[in-house]
């Protein structure tokens, strides 16, 4: 990708217009996926031979935990643009990954306990990994707050960039978690050295399912950029076009 | 209740619980870009400078 293309996709009309374009296309392929992933998971990957079928509860908890620390790690990325370059469209980016993050995380808090339940025996215990996932929780709902507390949008842009990287300490904290404790979670599914034990089937469907997670949070977070930068820029000659 | 089917029950309700979640999500995009879309239509001018009717500006 051209680097003068990245740069053209900061100014306000740019970006609203690429995203129109491409916001089908990643919705589609989302629905898509997430279709062949769920058909897969459900029905065609064996059952896992110590868990049994709750196992298939993975398809779903693992790409929404994926999904909370990627989102946060965004939302950082955008925020750094943002105290460097000061444009729009990376503030209202990093504001739009914060609900879908917050809800991701609750998704991976939820499906996580009522797998725990039949595997741990219990939905929920103090561990290292849960618990910084919780907190994980509370910094998205924080960083919400923030955000529609405070009325001056260019001021609390600022204060949310600085916010959201000081709470990015908390992501490497959840990914090592299993590495550094001694905790009841178990180890990661997929790793990148190739260590993983899951039988090819099982690896390709998390992979599908994790993609069209990916998907339909990049379509959710560009959708309500759109329209958060509508709002912000108003006052522009360009939203005229946004009513034709 | 089985094990089987105390596992395809976990696993309906977290199915079920993400595609609500995406449905909530969505929807709340689509009350926002209603919203916006009020006020342009609303307040069509873009530049206020230019707003014969605003008593601000002579």
């Known amino acids: 990708m051209q680097p003068q293309f990245i740069l053209r996709l900061s100014s306000p009309p740019v970006f609203f217009r690429v995203t129109g374009k491409a916001l089908p296309w990643l919705i589609g392929a989302s629905l898509l996926l997430g279709a062949i992933g769920l058909w897969s998971g459900l029905f065609v990957t064996p059952t896992d031979a110590q868990q049994g079928e709750v196992y298939r509860v993975l398809y779903v908890h693992v790409p929404t935990a994926w999904m909370s620390m990627l989102l946060y790690v965004v939302a950082s990325f955008y925020a750094g643009l943002h105290l460097v ?64 507390l405070i009325d001056d949008e260019r001021k609390t842009d600022q204060l949310l960039s600085v916010f959201t990287l000081v709470g990015l300490v908390n992501i490497p904290l959840i990914y090592f978690s299993v590495v550094f404790w001694n905790t009841l979670h178990q180890g990661a599914s997929l790793s990148m050295s190739g260590g993983s034990k899951m039988a090819p089937i099982m690896k390709a469907t998390l992979l599908v399912c994790v993609l069209a997670m990916w998907l339909a949070c990049a379509a959710l977070a560009m959708a309500r950029a759109r329209w958060q930068l509508v709002e912000r820029e108003r006052d522009s000659a360009w939203t005229g076009s946004v009513l034709a | 209740m089985s094990a089987t089917m105390s596992a395809t029950a976990t696993i309906a309700v977290c199915v079920m619980l993400t595609l609500l979640v995406f449905v909530i999500d969505g929807w709340s995009i689509l009350r926002a870009r209603r919203a916006v879309l009020e006020v342009l239509r609303q307040d069509p001018l873009q530049d206020p400078l230019q707003d014969p009717l605003d008593p601000d500006v002579r």
């Open chain 1, 85 to 148: 370059f000061r444009t729009s469209v990376s503030a209202v980016m990093m504001r739009a990954m914060l609900p879908t993050g917050a809800w991701m995380t609750v998704l991976a808090l939820v499906t996580g306990s009522l797998w725990g339940k039949p595997t741990w025996g219990t939905y929920w215990i103090w561990d290292a990994r849960l618990t910084f996932e919780l907190l994980l929780l509370f910094i998205y709902l924080g960083l919400i707050a923030v955000a529609s």
